[in-house]
């Protein structure tokens, strides 16, 4: 190349970043995280409450169901797989209600999974009853994943600011 060009060099041209963001998203980031008021000592959002009791609700549904349904085995269920179900959705209940970010992550990934499922079962829905069943399953849901986001954001405030409180 000759001197008069206006083209970079391979020396002076930058190699692309990879994996970091750039200092305008990375300062956007940091006012984000620095806008989000960690949760108060025993503060716990109306989302983080639904979560809860929808998590224990449905826990015990599913013993009451295993429980009373006759010959659960035909109908492709089994008691132990119904109080191994119940027992993780008591605990994510429990972590939930003690404000556990990684409670709040794994209900966020059942309640994702519950509006994939929804979604996909409005495709097949043979009627308006149907149809409304599943509309109302992925709007409650996804009200509730998207309430959760801003709670989860809040929860990780804290334990970024006070990293003991969270032991």
């Known amino acids: 190349?000759?001197?008069g060009d206006h083209q970079p060099t391979e020396a002076t041209r930058e190699a692309p970043a990879t994996g970091s963001p750039s200092p305008r998203r990375g300062a956007r980031e940091e006012d984000a995280r620095a806008a989000l008021a960690p949760l108060a000592e025993h503060e716990r959002p109306r989302a983080l409450l639904v979560a809860t009791a929808v998590c224990a609700v449905l826990a015990v549904a599913v013993l009451v169901g295993a429980l009373t349904?006759?010959?659960l085995s035909s109908k492709g269920g089994s008691l132990p797989g119904a109080v191994v179900l119940a027992a993780i959705l008591l605990l994510l209940a429990q972590?939930?209600?003690r404000r556990r970010?990684?409670?709040v992550l794994g209900f966020e990934a059942l309640l994702a999974f519950q509006?994939?499922?929804t979604s996909l079962?409005?495709?097949v829905a043979s009627t308006l009853v149907a149809a409304?069943?599943?509309l109302l399953g992925v709007g409650l849901g996804g009200w509730l994943f998207w309430r959760l986001v801003r709670v989860m954001g809040r929860i990780q405030a804290g334990e970024h600011r006070d990293p003991e409180a969270f032991g």
């Open 1 to 3: 190349m000759t001197t």
């Open 69 to 71: 349904v006759h010959d």
């Open 95 to 97: 972590g939930m209600y």
């Open 101 to 103: 970010y990684f409670a």
């Open 115 to 117: 509006i994939l499922v």
């Open 121 to 123: 079962a409005l495709v």
């Open 132 to 134: 409304a069943v599943c």
